[in-house]
Protein backbone atom coordinates (compact mmCIF):
# COMPACT_ATOMS: atom_id res chain seq x y z
CA UNK A 1 0.00 0.00 0.00
CA UNK A 2 1.16 3.41 -1.11
CA UNK A 3 2.22 5.28 1.99
CA UNK A 4 3.76 8.58 3.05
CA UNK A 5 4.66 9.26 6.97
CA UNK A 6 6.43 12.37 8.39
CA UNK A 7 8.59 12.89 11.60
CA UNK A 8 8.76 14.02 14.08
CA UNK A 9 4.89 15.31 13.91
CA UNK A 10 6.26 18.58 15.78
CA UNK A 11 9.14 20.19 16.38
CA UNK A 12 10.27 23.47 18.29
CA UNK A 13 13.15 25.33 17.60
CA UNK A 14 15.61 28.51 18.59
CA UNK A 15 15.78 31.05 15.51
CA UNK A 16 19.17 30.23 14.43
CA UNK A 17 18.85 26.51 15.02
CA UNK A 18 19.00 24.59 11.84
CA UNK A 19 17.37 21.20 11.79
CA UNK A 20 16.03 18.43 9.24
CA UNK A 21 12.49 17.02 8.83
CA UNK A 22 12.23 13.59 7.05
CA UNK A 23 9.72 12.12 4.70
CA UNK A 24 9.37 8.54 4.37
CA UNK A 25 7.61 7.26 1.77
CA UNK A 26 6.48 3.43 0.08
CA UNK A 27 4.99 3.57 -3.51
CA UNK A 28 5.59 1.19 -6.18
CA UNK A 29 6.88 3.59 -8.60
CA UNK A 30 7.55 7.72 -7.56
CA UNK A 31 6.81 9.99 -10.19
CA UNK A 32 7.12 12.90 -8.12
CA UNK A 33 7.22 14.15 -4.14
CA UNK A 34 6.56 17.29 -2.95
CA UNK A 35 6.79 19.99 -0.05
CA UNK A 36 4.31 22.44 0.78
CA UNK A 37 4.21 24.42 3.30
CA UNK A 38 0.69 24.99 5.05
CA UNK A 39 0.15 28.49 7.56
CA UNK A 40 -2.29 28.51 10.32
CA UNK A 41 -5.97 29.15 8.37
CA UNK A 42 -4.68 28.66 5.20
CA UNK A 43 -3.78 26.36 2.27
CA UNK A 44 -0.97 24.40 1.70
CA UNK A 45 1.18 26.37 -0.38
CA UNK A 46 3.26 24.40 -2.92
CA UNK A 47 7.78 24.44 -1.72
CA UNK A 48 9.45 21.86 -3.74
CA UNK A 49 9.61 18.97 -6.06
CA UNK A 50 11.33 16.48 -6.26
CA UNK A 51 11.80 13.84 -9.05
CA UNK A 52 14.71 11.52 -8.89
CA UNK A 53 17.09 10.23 -6.13
CA UNK A 54 19.72 12.63 -5.35
CA UNK A 55 18.14 15.58 -6.83
CA UNK A 56 18.45 18.89 -4.30
CA UNK A 57 16.31 21.97 -4.49
CA UNK A 58 16.57 25.00 -2.66
CA UNK A 59 14.64 28.40 -1.46
CA UNK A 60 15.58 30.85 0.97
CA UNK A 61 16.69 28.83 4.30
CA UNK A 62 14.94 25.92 2.72
CA UNK A 63 16.71 22.88 0.57
CA UNK A 64 15.28 19.24 0.08
CA UNK A 65 16.94 16.36 -0.88
CA UNK A 66 15.41 12.84 -1.93
CA UNK A 67 17.01 9.02 -1.71
CA UNK A 68 14.76 5.88 -3.02
CA UNK A 69 13.22 5.53 0.32
CA UNK A 70 13.30 9.18 2.16
CA UNK A 71 13.28 13.07 1.59
CA UNK A 72 14.70 15.40 3.94
CA UNK A 73 13.25 19.14 4.26
CA UNK A 74 16.98 21.46 5.59
CA UNK A 75 15.68 24.32 7.55
CA UNK A 76 19.50 26.41 7.97
CA UNK A 77 18.99 28.95 10.50
CA UNK A 78 15.37 29.04 10.85
CA UNK A 79 13.77 32.87 11.67
CA UNK A 80 10.20 32.83 13.56
CA UNK A 81 8.19 32.87 10.26
CA UNK A 82 9.69 29.76 9.17
CA UNK A 83 6.71 28.82 11.80
CA UNK A 84 4.05 26.22 9.90
CA UNK A 85 2.80 22.72 9.34
CA UNK A 86 4.90 21.52 6.19
CA UNK A 87 3.68 18.95 4.17
CA UNK A 88 4.96 15.82 1.83
CA UNK A 89 3.15 14.31 -0.90
CA UNK A 90 4.15 11.75 -3.12
CA UNK A 91 2.78 11.12 -6.65
CA UNK A 92 2.98 7.56 -7.90
CA UNK A 93 3.92 6.69 -11.62
CA UNK A 94 1.18 5.05 -12.29
CA UNK A 95 -1.60 7.34 -10.72
CA UNK A 96 -1.95 10.42 -12.96
CA UNK A 97 -4.59 11.46 -11.22
CA UNK A 98 -3.91 11.75 -7.38
CA UNK A 99 -1.26 12.78 -4.37
CA UNK A 100 -0.68 10.77 -1.14
CA UNK A 101 -0.61 13.30 1.78
CA UNK A 102 1.52 12.84 5.06
CA UNK A 103 -0.23 13.73 8.05
CA UNK A 104 2.67 16.55 8.20
CA UNK A 105 5.11 18.12 10.64
CA UNK A 106 4.23 21.22 12.77
CA UNK A 107 7.47 23.49 13.01
CA UNK A 108 7.54 25.67 15.88
CA UNK A 109 10.57 28.56 15.73
CA UNK A 110 11.07 30.34 19.17
CA UNK A 111 12.64 33.81 19.05
CA UNK B 1 -4.91 35.75 -11.77
CA UNK B 2 -6.71 34.80 -8.41
CA UNK B 3 -5.35 31.06 -8.75
CA UNK B 4 -7.76 28.96 -6.48
CA UNK B 5 -10.61 30.38 -4.92
CA UNK B 6 -12.99 29.00 -2.78
CA UNK B 7 -16.90 29.91 -1.70
CA UNK B 8 -17.85 30.63 0.83
CA UNK B 9 -15.01 31.02 3.59
CA UNK B 10 -16.93 29.76 5.84
CA UNK B 11 -20.78 27.90 6.72
CA UNK B 12 -22.69 26.76 9.61
CA UNK B 13 -25.35 24.03 8.77
CA UNK B 14 -27.18 21.94 10.90
CA UNK B 15 -28.03 18.48 10.68
CA UNK B 16 -29.87 17.25 7.58
CA UNK B 17 -29.29 20.47 5.71
CA UNK B 18 -27.67 20.28 1.82
CA UNK B 19 -25.13 22.74 0.63
CA UNK B 20 -22.56 23.58 -2.25
CA UNK B 21 -19.02 24.37 -1.53
CA UNK B 22 -17.84 26.53 -4.83
CA UNK B 23 -14.09 26.31 -6.45
CA UNK B 24 -13.16 28.21 -9.41
CA UNK B 25 -9.47 28.24 -10.93
CA UNK B 26 -7.83 30.61 -13.73
CA UNK B 27 -5.15 28.58 -14.46
CA UNK B 28 -6.63 26.62 -17.07
CA UNK B 29 -5.65 23.69 -15.32
CA UNK B 30 -7.35 19.76 -16.03
CA UNK B 31 -7.12 18.17 -12.42
CA UNK B 32 -9.29 19.72 -9.57
CA UNK B 33 -9.73 17.91 -6.31
CA UNK B 34 -11.74 18.18 -3.07
CA UNK B 35 -9.86 17.14 0.09
CA UNK B 36 -10.75 17.52 3.88
CA UNK B 37 -8.47 18.40 6.46
CA UNK B 38 -9.09 17.02 10.12
CA UNK B 39 -7.30 17.39 13.32
CA UNK B 40 -4.17 13.99 13.16
CA UNK B 41 -5.87 12.94 9.95
CA UNK B 42 -3.89 14.97 7.40
CA UNK B 43 -5.24 16.05 3.90
CA UNK B 44 -7.74 12.57 3.04
CA UNK B 45 -8.81 12.88 -0.94
CA UNK B 46 -12.70 12.76 -1.43
CA UNK B 47 -13.51 13.58 -4.93
CA UNK B 48 -11.04 14.16 -7.89
CA UNK B 49 -11.78 15.10 -11.93
CA UNK B 50 -8.99 14.85 -14.83
CA UNK B 51 -11.16 17.32 -17.33
CA UNK B 52 -14.09 18.70 -17.60
CA UNK B 53 -17.58 16.62 -17.44
CA UNK B 54 -15.70 13.71 -15.25
CA UNK B 55 -15.27 13.24 -11.76
CA UNK B 56 -13.83 10.11 -9.65
CA UNK B 57 -14.15 9.33 -6.48
CA UNK B 58 -10.92 9.31 -3.65
CA UNK B 59 -10.37 7.96 -0.21
CA UNK B 60 -13.75 9.12 1.64
CA UNK B 61 -16.29 9.46 -1.02
CA UNK B 62 -19.44 8.77 1.01
CA UNK B 63 -21.79 11.62 1.47
CA UNK B 64 -20.55 13.70 -0.88
CA UNK B 65 -20.67 14.88 -4.36
CA UNK B 66 -19.17 16.61 -7.29
CA UNK B 67 -19.75 18.15 -10.35
CA UNK B 68 -17.16 19.51 -13.13
CA UNK B 69 -19.77 21.00 -15.85
CA UNK B 70 -17.21 23.94 -16.97
CA UNK B 71 -13.14 23.06 -16.50
CA UNK B 72 -12.96 25.79 -14.33
CA UNK B 73 -15.23 24.85 -11.37
CA UNK B 74 -15.05 21.91 -9.51
CA UNK B 75 -18.79 21.82 -7.29
CA UNK B 76 -18.59 19.58 -3.93
CA UNK B 77 -22.33 18.84 -2.44
CA UNK B 78 -23.48 17.72 0.54
CA UNK B 79 -27.21 16.42 0.34
CA UNK B 80 -27.87 16.04 4.15
CA UNK B 81 -25.46 17.17 6.01
CA UNK B 82 -23.92 15.11 9.46
CA UNK B 83 -21.82 16.44 12.32
CA UNK B 84 -18.75 13.99 10.98
CA UNK B 85 -18.57 16.38 7.80
CA UNK B 86 -16.94 19.02 10.11
CA UNK B 87 -14.11 19.94 8.89
CA UNK B 88 -12.03 22.29 6.36
CA UNK B 89 -12.44 21.36 3.02
CA UNK B 90 -9.44 22.52 0.39
CA UNK B 91 -9.75 22.43 -3.33
CA UNK B 92 -6.68 22.03 -5.51
CA UNK B 93 -5.82 21.82 -9.87
CA UNK B 94 -2.97 20.92 -11.54
CA UNK B 95 -1.65 21.05 -14.85
CA UNK B 96 -1.78 17.60 -16.32
CA UNK B 97 0.70 15.22 -15.47
CA UNK B 98 2.44 17.78 -13.71
CA UNK B 99 1.32 16.95 -10.38
CA UNK B 100 2.27 20.32 -8.26
CA UNK B 101 -1.31 21.16 -6.96
CA UNK B 102 -2.40 24.68 -5.91
CA UNK B 103 -4.48 24.97 -3.47
CA UNK B 104 -7.51 27.38 -2.57
CA UNK B 105 -7.86 28.92 0.94
CA UNK B 106 -10.58 26.83 2.41
CA UNK B 107 -13.80 26.56 3.38
CA UNK B 108 -14.26 25.87 7.43
CA UNK B 109 -17.87 23.69 7.59
CA UNK B 110 -19.46 23.51 11.02
CA UNK B 111 -22.09 21.05 11.11
CA UNK B 112 -24.77 20.99 14.40
Known amino acids: EDQVTQSPEALRLQEGESSSLNCSYT??????LFWYRQDPGKGPEFLFT???AGEEKEKERLKATLTKKESFLHITAPKPEDSATYLC????????????FGKGTRLHILP | NAGVTQTPKFRVLKTGQSMTLLCAQD?????MYWYRQDPGMGLRLIHY???????AKGEVPDGYNVSRLKKQNFLLGLESAAPSQTSVYFC???????????FGPGTRLLVL
Open chain 1, 89 to 100: AVQATYRDDKII
Open chain 1, 27 to 32: VSGLRG
Open chain 1, 50 to 52: LYS
Open chain 2, 27 to 31: MNHEY
Open chain 2, 49 to 55: SVGEGTT
Open chain 2, 92 to 102: ASAGQRSGTQY
